[in-house]
């Protein structure tokens, strides 16, 4: 059974910072392309990094470059998501995702997912 398990979300104010994990059972990280996803209240999912171990590749949205950074520790089989100069529209859950169907990061299209975490919730404040 695979299982995803996030952690690391909080409260913390504008500028701030936070690192977020996700500890994965069942399925290799660095055999496939790993995402970070988030879900603002109203708004809908969009895809906010990935990172493709194999390859040592990574990319990230727009509204996230230069002030996240994603990585992986493949031996405790772990994703992590480094978020710094945190803005209030970052606030979201946020959620880890697998698409084993490739190993390169060519999209952040939901159903091309297939395993995914519970959510870890990001607020932040003004």
């Known amino acids: 059974e695979v299982q995803f398990v996030e952690s690391g979300g909080g409260l913390v104010q504008a500028g701030g910072s936070l690192r977020l994990s996700c500890a994965a059972s069942g399925l290799t990280f660095r055999d496939y392309a790993i995402a970070w996803f988030r879900q603002a209240p109203g708004k809908e999912r969009e895809g906010v990094s990935c990172i493709s171990t194999s390859l040592g590749s990574t990319s990230y949205g727009g509204s996230v470059k230069g002030r996240f950074t994603i990585s992986s520790d493949t031996a405790k089989n772990t994703l992590y998501l480094q978020m710094n100069s945190l803005k209030p529209e970052d606030t979201a859950v946020y959620y880890c995702?697998?698409?084993?169907?490739?190993?390169?990061?060519?999209?952040?299209?939901?159903?091309?997912?297939?395993?995914w975490g519970q959510g870890t919730q990001v607020t932040v404040s003004s």
């Open positions: 995702a697998a698409n084993t169907m490739r190993k390169q990061c060519t999209s952040y299209i939901e159903y091309e997912y297939d395993y």
